[in-house]
Every structure is written in C-alpha cells, then in structure tokens.
C-alpha cells in the first residue's frame, strides 16, 4: 500500500534538457568504468564536461607497497584525454584523513563498524568536492552512482538505482541536500550491464576495467585484514549467551556482528556467532545460530539526516548494504529515533547506516546505536 | 578546443624546433652503437663527437669536459653525488653551500646527501627580491666548502642570481686556500637550464654547469653536465665505459644528434641579442597589459635582474591551480610553479622565500615564453587570464 502510494509521489527521472547544453559539469572520475561512462555521455548530451580525480588516499595500503591511487589516476587521465576533455587532480588528503580515515579508526576502536564511504560522500565528495570544483567554473556535478534523482511530493529527492544489484543509494543518505538540485546521475537508470556495453560502444580503455572494490583507503584487501595491519590487539573474554567464559578473542574491533567464530574451548562444536560487542568489559557474547540475541526487533538510530522534507511513520529500513528491505516504525525522540521492525533482523551492527526508503525514495538515514 | 591555444609554458618545455626534428629523423638512419667497432659503430660515435665538440665550443670548455645526460636532472644529480662520491678521505664532514631557489634535482640530492650524514649542508635564503647575495655566499664558505652550487635563473621566478660575484667570492676562498697550502677542492657549478638561450654561456666563469635540451626546442632526454678538469665525478650508474666511464649506458644517440642544430642556433651571438629583445618586450608587455587589466597583481622581482623569458606573477585572493585551470580551460597554458613539482601541494621553498602578502600566496602564477610566441598570442592571452581571475 505505502509503495503504491509512494509510487504516485515519484515524478520520472529528470532528464537533460536542451537549455542546459553546454553547462560546465565536474565529473569525479576514479578510473574505473562507472565515472568513465558518465563522463562519455554527459559530452554526448552536449555538456561542457570537466573530470576531477580526487585524491583522497595515496599512501600504501600494503606491505608490498600498492599505491592504488597510482593507476587509478593514470586510467582516469587516460579517459579523460581520449575523450578530449580538460582533466586536473584535486588533493583531498587531508580532509578525507580528517574526516573518513580518522573517524573509522576511533569508530572501530569504540567497538562499532563504521561505513565509510557514507562518511566520504557526506563530507569529501559532495561537500569539498562540490565546494572546489565551483571554483573551475562547474555549476553541476555528476557521479558514477547507481542511483537516481527524482521527485518526492514535489521536491527533488533520491531514488534508488533500476539495477537492484548495483543500487547505491544507501551509501548517499548522508550527502548534503543542497547539493541534489546540481547533481547529475545519469548511470542510475542503467544496469551494469548497459553500462558497461555503453563503456565498449564509445571505445572507453576502463570498458574492461574489474569494478573497483572497497574502500579508497583499503583497497581490494579485506577490512579484516586492514584492521589486523593497523590496529593494536586487545585480547579479551568470549562468552557465551548465559555469560559462561568460553574463550578469548584477539580484539573487539576484528570482530563483526553476526559473524561465525570458532572458539576452541569446553569442546563447543555447535557454530557460534557475535551477538554483541561490550567495549566497557572488552568482552565478546557469542550465541548460536537462531539465538534471539542475534536478533534485533528496536534499535536507536542518531546523526540523523533527512533528504525529503516529509518521513513518513513507517518506512522500508536497510541496515546493510544490500541487505534486504524491512519494514518498520520511526519514532522521534529528542534523543534520535527509535526503529521498530516488523519484524526482527539478524546481525543489526552498530555503526552502520540504517537507511529509509518510502518504495524507491531515498528519505534518509542515521547511525545504528550500541 | 576549437580556437587555437596559446602556449606560454617554455620555462616547462619548448616545442621541437623543426631543424632538431629533420636532425633526429636523419639520425635515425644510423644504425650502429656508438661503442662498436666496426664500421657502423665508429660513424655513430664519429658523429657524437662532433657533437660533443660543437657542445664545448658553445660553453667554451673542452671536449672531454661534456658529459651527455638523460636530462638535467641526472646532470645535477651526477655533479652533487658524483663530487661528494669522488671526495678523497679527510678528517672533515664535507661542506656544501646552496640556496633555497634551487630545482629539487639540485636541492634534493643534496638534502639525501646532509641527512645521510655525508655532507653538512648550508642553503641560503634570498635576501629581498628574491637574489642571493654573493656576501651570504661568501660568509657560508669553509675551510671544508667543496661545493657551491646557485642556480643562475631561478626557474619559479626567473630571477637572475649574481654568479659573478659568487664566482669572486669561490674564487677568493680558493686564493686562500693556495696560499696557506690547504688542497682542499672547492668548485662552483650552477644550473643554468633556464639561462641557455639568452646567456652568452662561454663567458661564465663557473668550473660546471648544467643544461637541458628540451627547454630550448630539444627533444626531451637530453641533458648536459659540463665540468671542469681537475673536478672529479664518480659515476651514479655504472656498467659500460661511456661518456668516459662517468654515465654508464647506450647514449641516446637519435635525441642527442637531433641537439646538433640547437647548439649552432644557441652559439649565434647576434640572434641571441635579438631574441634577449623581442623575449623581453614581451614580458614586459604582458605585465603592463596584466597590470592594466588588475592592478592588484603583483609582478615577482619586477626590479631585479632577471631572465626575458618568464613573469612570476602573484595574483591575490585566488588558488593558482585554480586560476591555471580556468586559463587551460580557456586555452592559455600556463604553470604553478616548475613542472617537476606540479601536482605538489603547497607553497614551494623559492616562494615562501619571497615573503609574499598572505593574500598573494597562494596565487602564484608563471608565464613563460619563447621568440616563437607573437604579439597577437599575448594581447589575447591577457584577456583570457582576466577572464579566467574574475571567473
């Protein structure tokens, strides 16, 4: 029923309109095939496309000392000059240390699982980002996301990208709303496989490019192992749901919420999984699968941002990326807002983004709470 | 793109004169390596000697005292390591004396060298201006000097450094040094990358200088390290014996025989006045008509000597990249800063030397040109730059 009615509120994608050719637009280009296909078509489209690498990130991020950015920046230049267009590298180093690298490491270190690029696109890339490239003469930026900008009782609003597997809107709940009237979205009506015959169409070099992974700063390792590289070990207890020590873990942060851990002690053999992280008393609660402490039915969201002026009393809720819709109560307090779920989630992580959707409508989101 | 763009950025590179280009083509029909024996190695190596000759005749050294580079980069490179290399053991850290105008392939190798503890290193801030004054120079010097090394066209800036009084001042602390018996080597070199198409380098009385054939319508990897007999340079990269033991590897021999008519050119006395005249004229011109348009920018060492071919000029309340970027957009290429370190945050170490007004610092912008630059070019690049400043 609130689909449907959310359905008449979504006015159709804006499309280019004749009046703003020759408009000059900043497109962040990473490298990789996404930003490269945004770029082609907004030329074609008649626009006045200026490309931006940003460089948010250029120390490496290995032991053998991979410099990501390096190719990246390369492939994104090799872009921009076949196509003709004005290309520059912006330095963002230490803002996105300020604001990304920073936070993620104290936010880890405090036991939650922060997000990132959330983080990355409410204050680099659609904030100093935008605030810079106005200073090249750029009155509209645009961005390889897959998502889309629509209307939502009458105003601009986001929408989630057509390709259900692709979909990046939960990342953009953050960003700030100021910026929507002046963002261009093209691939979020395509699927990825549209986008990448688009990228072999206009003969792009990134057409074959593999989907860049991860997060600028990690790179295609795993967040547990980057963790593993950069943080301290701070052993501690694993117990067990009725509070029985049952092991020990090698550090809170290394652990993630609703994943499976082996504990060797007291001949457990019934697969356990984190339930809750306790920074106080640096303990560990593991619990089996179906345990109810795995499941969560409430929790309380805060730093919160809203993207549409109205929020409905009850939305679609995503607590992961990717992860399935659920529905759910919002309830405002002078504290933040407290989710009801119709019914409970597994492995609901403080730290992450719980992020609202009325059908399509990206209406906002907030900070899962300890 | 579709009107044509103005290039002012020759203190970066210069674009290929059409003589080195009908030179480098001819040079391709050789086939041999210059170290061979035979027949086809003797007429390749034949003709770097003639070049290396036709080289010294230019700085008016001799021909054993040229050594061919990958650029100047390796040249100043090969002169710092390769003296401080070269020292024979003593009792004393070796000093050197330098100053903060200097291009990183000088400031550098010499700062890796200080912090390997292998020499003791003095850099020289200018004094106002933007000149480093030979009695500061002067005062630096040591019983352990070895080195002083001063650029002579400051490339951020074009400002000219007084060699000639550093020359006197070297040359009194070598007078010293003879007669109280100290053997104690002390040589000057300078870079002089930015001086090679308006000095009359012969005339120069430095023990080494540096030179680099892109900046004046060469092809790129071309440098030259000239150096006086009696200054001893251990080789940096060692293999083969050529360019007589002190640069290892397969000479370039099609990028250096492309140099051969730039030589002659840059050896032409009369054509170098002219092109002192025209270069000058018009670098004043784009500082009158930039003036006019802003009066707020300020021209870098506007009353110190300084070479034709660049303005430094600070603009206020706006980021030079920013500013570069606009004009490129525009079509007017232009440069913050030396183009080694573009893409390098910040201010760099020749600027903060200047002391400029914090509204002007970060507004700093380079035009550069050649005597193939016309009038026409510069009367509309003006009105781009202003477009570009007031966005």
């Not at chain 1, 994104?76 to 290309?87: G, I, M, N, W, Y």
């Not at chain 2, 000058?280 to 300020?298: G, H, K, N, Y």
């Not at chain 2, 506007?302 to 603009?315: D, E, G, L």
């Amino acid at each position: 029923m609130a689909e449907q009615k959310a359905g008449e509120r979504v006015g159709a994608p804006s499309s280019v309109r004749k009046q703003t050719k020759g408009e000059r637009v900043a497109v962040a280009l990473s490298g990789g095939v996404d930003s490269s296909v945004v770029l082609a078509m907004l030329q074609e489209q008649g626009y006045d496309a200026v490309a931006f690498y940003m460089k948010n990130w250029t120390a490496a991020i290995d032991a053998q000392g991979f410099c990501p950015w390096v190719e990246e920046s390369a492939s994104a230049r090799t872009v921009a000059d076949q196509l003709d267009v004005p290309f520059y590298v912006l330095d963002f180093e230490d803002c996105y240390r300020e604001q990304v690298t920073r936070p993620f490491f104290a936010a880890y270190e405090a036991g939650l699982t922060p997000n990132p690029d959330v983080l990355c696109n409410q204050f680099v890339k659609f904030a100093a980002f935008w605030q810079r490239v106005q200073q090249y003469g750029c009155t509209k930026m645009a961005t390889g996301h897959y998502a889309r900008i629509g209307r939502y009782g009458g105003q601009l609003a986001l929408l989630k990208g057509v390709d259900p597997g692709k979909d990046q809107s939960y990342f953009l709940w953050a960003m700030p709303l100021s910026v929507l009237s002046q963002l261009l979205l093209p691939l979020g009506g395509l699927k990825k496989t549209e986008v990448r015959h688009l990228a072999e169409r206009y003969g792009l070099p990134t057409a074959t490019r593999p989907d860049s992974q991860g997060i600028c700063f990690i790179g295609p390792i795993s967040v547990a192992q980057f963790l593993r590289d950069n943080l301290p070990s701070h052993p501690g207890p694993i117990v067990n749901e009725q509070g029985l020590d049952i092991g020990r873990h090698d550090g809170l942060a290394f652990a993630t919420i609703g994943q499976r851990r082996t504990v060797g002690l007291h001949g457990q053999t019934e697969p356990l999984y984190v339930a809750k992280k306790q920074c106080a008393t640096n303990t560990l609660t593991v619990a089996p699968a179906g345990h109810p402490s795995l499941f969560s039915r409430r929790f309380q969201v805060a730093d919160i941002s809203k993207l549409t002026e109205h929020w409905p009393d009850t939305a679609d809720v995503a607590v992961r990326y990717h992860a399935g819709m659920t529905r759910a109560t919002l309830a405002e307090d002078g504290a933040g807002l407290t989710v009801s779920l119709a019914e409970p989630v597994r492995a609901v992580t403080p730290g992450q983004s719980a992020v609202f959707y009325d059908g399509d409508v990206l209406l906002g989101g907030g900070v899962i709470q300890l | 793109m579709s009107r044509k763009r103005i290039y002012l950025d020759h203190a970066a590179t210069s674009p290929l004169r059409s003589d080195v280009r009908s030179a480098w083509l001819a040079a391709t029909k050789l086939c041999g390596n210059p170290s061979s024996l035979h027949r086809e190695g003797q007429t390749v190596r034949a003709s770097l000697d003639r070049l290396r000759q036709q080289v010294a005749s230019f700085l008016a050294c001799r021909f054993q005292d040229v050594t061919f580079t990958s650029g100047a980069t390796e040249a100043n490179n090969l002169l710092i390591s390769g003296q401080i290399a070269a020292l024979p053991a003593s009792g004393h850290l070796p000093h050197v004396v330098t100053s903060t105008l200097e291009h990183p392939s000088v400031s550098r190798p010499l700062r890796a060298l200080a912090a390997e503890g292998n020499i003791d290193l003095t850099e020289i801030a200018p004094q106002g201006g933007g000149i480093v004054a030979a009695a500061d120079v002067a005062a630096a010097l040591r019983p352990e000097t070895v080195l002083v090394t001063v650029v002579l066209v400051c490339s951020e800036f074009g400002i000219v450094q007084p060699l000639g009084e550093i020359v006197a001042a070297v040359t009194g602390e070598r007078d010293r040094r003879s007669k109280s018996g100290d053997r104690t080597p002390l040589f000057l070199h300078t870079d002089a990358v930015q001086a090679g198409q308006y000095w009359n380098l012969a005339k120069l009385a430095v023990d080494a200088l540096t030179l680099s054939a892109h900046k004046y319508g060469g092809p790129k990897g071309v440098g030259i390290l000239a150096h006086k007999h009696g200054l001893s340079l251990a080789p940096q990269l060692r293999g083969g014996s050529q360019e007589q033991g002190l640069r290892a590897g397969t000479e370039a021999v099609e990028a250096l025989l492309a140099t051969a008519p730039l030589w002659r050119a840059l050896s032409d006395n009369a054509a170098r006045q002219a092109r002192v005249e025209y270069v000058t004229a018009l670098r004043d011109s784009l500082e009158m008509q930039l003036i006019q348009a802003l009066p707020e920018v300020m021209i870098i060492g506007q009353t110190a000597p300084r070479a034709p071919h660049i303005s430094a000029v600070a603009f206020p309340d706006t980021s030079a990249p920013v500013l570069q970027a606009r004009a490129d957009m525009l079509g007017v290429a232009c440069s913050v800063g030396p183009a080694c370190s573009a893409g390098a945050a910040g201010i760099s170490a020749a600027a903060a030397s200047l002391n400029l007004p914090a509204r002007y610092a970060g507004g700093l912008c380079r035009f550069s040109f050649c005597e193939q630059t016309s009038q026409a070019e510069l009367d509309r690049a003006v009105v781009l730059l202003v477009e570009a400043y007031h966005g």
